[in-house]
Nanobody
């Protein structure tokens, strides 16, 4: 059973940076997509970054392109999301997820329907 545990969230001022981590266990090779999603109060959950583990390709939401970096350390079974130049509208609960997708990270973000496992989330709050 895949388990995902996020950490690194917190409060940060606009323009600052934050690094989120997602420790994984029970991960199987069939789950070739890793993604970060976010959900703000009253809004739908949306993908912000994805990584295809077969090709190491990455893809980012247009709203955050140039401000995010998704990466992983296979030896530590950990996935990271580096957030730079954060804005108040980035305030949300951030979730990491794994799933199977031939296209995620290569051509687009992972869809919610492709997710097999979710983490519990970590809160990011950006103040102006």
């Amino acid at each position: 059973q895949v388990q995902l545990v996020e950490s690194g969230g917190g409060s940060v001022q606009a323009g600052g940076s934050l690094s989120l981590s997602c420790a994984t266990s029970g991960y199987t090779i069939s789950r070739n997509c890793i993604g970060w999603f976010r959900q703000a109060p009253g809004k739908e959950r949306e993908g912000v970054a994805a990584l295809h583990t077969g090709t190491e390709s990455t893809y980012y939401a247009d709203s955050m392109k140039g401000r995010l970096l998704i990466s992983r350390d296979s030896a530590k079974n950990t996935v990271y999301l580096q957030m730079n130049s954060v804005k108040p509208e980035d305030t949300a609960m951030y979730y990491c997820a794994v799933g199977g997708s031939a296209f995620c990270g290569r051509y687009r973000l992972m869809t919610i329907g492709e997710v097999d496992s979710w983490g519990q989330g970590t809160q990011v709050t950006v103040s102006s």
